[in-house]
């Protein structure tokens, strides 16, 4: 944390996140947090999960803290998924916290995982079969890559922060009592049914007590050991990816074979995935038979045969549709899969927007689509990263939609309604840390000025008042295949 953080605290209800709620609270003040509450209503206890809503929401109030909530249909999601009900809830609990977090425009998400909580993820691991990734259990600052297949909107990526996990829960509940707080308790927490909570109730305290009093503790000493020789195998592979590289284009890299063979196995498998991760752009986790397939293909055909040791030209492998991993003449080559029915990407293109009817951007697999509406009750519940509002009367000129052009210029919305300059779109980018390739693909929607950065921010001339009729909504899409 810093000072003035922005950041969205998630509250169940539960003690451990009543404790984070009345911990932040206290800091509140000497470090200058601006802080709001997010609370997810999984709907899967009737009543009872309502009751938990109101909680949450009468502690935000007391506290003087926004308040964001959503309902999700978990049991719908995970029959939809083909997903357990855990790992449904996760994923729509997540999103959901990433969607208020970007309409408060918070820093980051804050939540209350245990030192239990971390024992728990990383036996899960363990018996699940996994890396090292996976015995470093939970970090205390992550980055976390979601896709909200709900709404076909983007992938998204999370920041969140875990700053309880050195705490078991037994410290947590002595620290309530002392406190005097109030809390609600999850009777889902104790059915065995569930598999996280058989973890809970059977394996750890079977653990506890025929092997190690202290297995949380030994448990997050692993996944700091893991969690150390992960980094450092991601950073030796980066290196390593540098000197292998014999070419790479916005849509291929190709690694010098002879080169990769020199390296001992375990860099091999992180060089193909530091290869893919920087192919791909953003965040991305192959499995171990991915890496075990792609790393299968590029292997020396016949090591009996000292002549003629390369693979066969033409093997391939397609990764997820996504990117075909091909062992070529000159080397391994990963290229990605272009759309089908979809042309290059255009350098340079206007398309006229016509108001309720969707547009295809060219060159790329969206679709930007804006509606005249009355402005709804509830339109800040609407709002994310691909979800926009404007005043339709400040929106003037022809609606066009394009990619950024040198130049570019617009005065980005505040979060609160001191003035706003105007700043050049690149500097924008560059304040938030946008990748290269996707700052030359933003499609961008503007009319007599800029109205849209699409997926990233309004202009504030164009920003919802309270003298406000009459809106535009502007939503970013994937595009029908």
């Known amino acids: 944390m810093q000072p003035g ?7 169940s209800g539960g003690v451990d996140s009543r404790v984070l709620l009345d911990l932040f609270c206290q800091l509140r003040e000497d470090l200058h947090l601006q802080l709001a509450v997010g609370h997810v ?12 809503e109101a909680f949450v929401k009468a502690l935000a109030q007391k506290t003087g803290l926004p308040f964001y909530s959503a309902r999700v249909e978990v049991s719908a999601y995970a029959r939809t998924h083909k997903l357990s009900l855990e790992a449904a809830a996760r994923e729509l609990r997540y999103q959901a916290l990433e969607n208020f977090r970007e309409r408060w425009q918070g820093r980051a998400i804050v939540t209350a995982h245990t030192l239990d909580d971390q024992a728990e993820t990383i036996l899960d691991h363990i018996l699940r079969g996994c890396g090292l990734a996976g015995l470093a259990g939970m970090a205390a600052y992550t980055d976390l890559p979601l896709q909200n297949t709900a709404n076909n909107r983007l992938a998204v990526c999370a920041t969140i922060l875990r700053p309880l996990l050195p705490f078991s829960r037994e410290q947590l509940e002595a620290y309530a009592q002392a406190r005097g707080l109030q809390w609600r308790e999850d009777r889902t927490n104790t059915e065995t049914r569930f598999r996280r909570n058989r973890l ?14 202290q297995i949380a503790d030994g448990l997050q000493r692993l996944a700091a050991i893991a969690a150390s020789a992960e980094n450092y195998l991601q950073a030796e592979a980066e290196t390593c990816l540098q000197k292998i590289v014999k070419d790479q284009q916005s849509d291929k890299i190709i690694l010098d074979l002879e080169l990769f063979w020199k390296y001992f196995p375990i860099i091999q498998r992180y ?13 991305v986790e192959l499995t171990f038979v991915e890496t075990a397939r792609i790393l299968a293909l ?19 492998y397609l990764w997820r549709k996504q990117v075909e991993v091909r062992v070529d003449h000159d080397g391994a080559v990963f290229r990605k899969q272009r759309a089908k029915s979809k042309g290059q990407a255009a350098k340079s293109f206007s398309v006229h927007v016509k108001l309720g009817e969707r547009c295809e951007i060219p060159g790329t ?14 339109w800040r519940q609407h709002v994310d990263a691909n979800s926009q509002f404007v005043d339709a ?10 990619f950024s052009q040198p130049g570019d210029r617009f005065v980005p919305l505040r979060a609160n309604d001191g003035a706003s300059g105007s700043k050049k779109l690149s ?15 933003a499609p961008v929607l503007a009319g007599d000025h800029i109205i849209w950065i699409c997926g990233y921010r309004i202009d504030n001339r164009c920003k919802i008042t309270p003298a406000t009729k009459s809106v535009l909504h502007l939503q970013l899409l994937l595009s029908s295949d």
């Open 5 to 11: 953080d922005r950041l969205l605290l998630a509250v």
């Open 41 to 52: 209503n999984h709907q899967l206890r009737g009543e009872e999960s309502d009751a938990d």
């Open 200 to 213: 809970r109730h059977e394996l750890l305290p079977l653990l506890k007590s025929r092997f190690n009093p």
């Open 271 to 283: 060089v193909i995935r530091a290869a893919m991760r920087r192919l791909i752009g953003e965040p």
């Open 298 to 316: 590029l292997q020396k055909a016949d090591k009996a045969d000292q002549k003629n040791p390369k693979p066969a030209a033409g093997k391939r």
């Open 365 to 378: 697999n969206l679709a930007l689509l804006v509606e005249r509406k009355e402005l709804p009750v509830d």
């Open 393 to 402: 009367e400040k929106v003037q000129g022809d609606l066009q939609v394009r």
């Open 427 to 441: 500097d924008f980018f560059t304040d938030l840390k946008v990748p290269l390739h996707r700052r030359r693909t």
